[in-house]
C-alpha cells in the first residue's frame, strides 16, 4: 500500500505540469465570511412521480451566477444532514444544494420504535429506492435551470449550471456514482446524466454484480472518493476493502481517491452513527472540506492554483501521518 511519502510516485507527469498556479498562495481551508451566507428551504413537486422533493440551499453572498454543487445523502438521512459541508462550500462561493430523497430519508425511523427503525432502513436500501434517487437528481437539475430563468424566483440568475458538481454519502455515494458515469455493469445500462462535470463519492461503492472495471470504465469526468480504513456499513454489507476496489477500477485522468486513517462511516456526517467504536477525529473533517474544497475550485472553477494544490505536497500537510492520498 502506497504511503504519503510516495505520493509524488503516483501522480502522473501531466498532472505535476497541469496549471502554472500558485499553490503556496493557495488554501481550501481559509475563512471567509460565513455571515453573508443565505439558507433557503425550498420544495419540488415532481407531479409526474407524485413526489415532494426537499431541498436546502446555502446561497453564497455573490449576487452573480455562481456554480451549483448537489448533494445527496445517506440511507435515513434528509436535507439537514452534512451542512458542514454546504456550508463551507457556499462560504467559498458555490450555491450547494442538498437533495432529501423520500422513502430512502430520516421520516423512515424518525418517531419509530427501535425495531421498526431497523426494519425500514433495511427496506428503503432497495433498488427501487436508488432508483427514485436517481430520477430525483434529474429532475432537480431541470428544475433549477426553469428556476434560474424565471425572473420572479429567487434562484433567478443565481445558478451557473454550466459548472455542475454531484456529491453524496454512502447511498448518496451510490446515486452520485450513478448519475457522473457509472454504468450498471451487468445490465450493461447507464444512468449518466451529462450536465454534471465533476464528482465527489465520500464512503463509494462497487457493484454488487458484474465486473467493476465495466461497471467504472466508462466515467469520463473527474471523480474524488473519500473513504476511511473503519468505513464499514451495516445495512449494505459494505467492507473498508470492498470500498478501495472503485478507485482500481477507475480509467486515468484526473481520478483522486483520499483515504483517511480510523475513519468510520460516521465520519463523512455530523454526527456518530450507531456502531461506532473511534472516537472521532477532528481532522476528518478538516481534510474533508479541503479536499473536497480544491477538487470543485480545480474542476468547477478551472483553478490552476487549486489543482496544483490537489497534486503538490502542500494536500498533503492537512493530512495526518497514516491517511494516503492517491490519484491517476
Known sequence: MPTLASLTLLVPFFLLCAGSGNAADYDPLAKLDRSEVKTLYLDLTDAGRDRVIPLKVYLPASESAEPVVLFSHGLGGDREGSSYLGEHWSARGYVAITIQHPGSDSLIWKDKPFGQRLAGLRGAASPQSFIQRIDDVKV???????????????????????????????????????????????????????????????????PQRGDAKNAFGSVKIPWLLMTGSKDVSRFRNQSAESRLTVFPALPPGDKYELLLHNAEHSAFSDRALLGDTEPRNPNHHRAILAFSTAFWDAYLREDSSARTWLTGPNAREVLEQQDRLQMK
Do not use: Y
Open 140 to 206: 432537480v437539475i431541470d428544475r433549477l435551470s426553469e428556476w434560474n430563468r424565471d425572473n420572479a424566483h429567487v434562484l433567478a440568475g443565481r445558478l451557473d449550471l454550466n459548472h455542475l458538481g454531484m456529491s453524496g454519502h454512502s447511498f448518496g455515494a451510490l446515486t452520485t456514482q450513478a448519475v457522473s458515469g457509472q454504468s450498471a455493469g451487468w445490465l450493461s445500462q447507464s444512468w449518466t446524466d451529462t450536465r454534471i462535470n465533476a464528482a465527489i463519492a465520500m464512503s463509494p461503492s462497487p
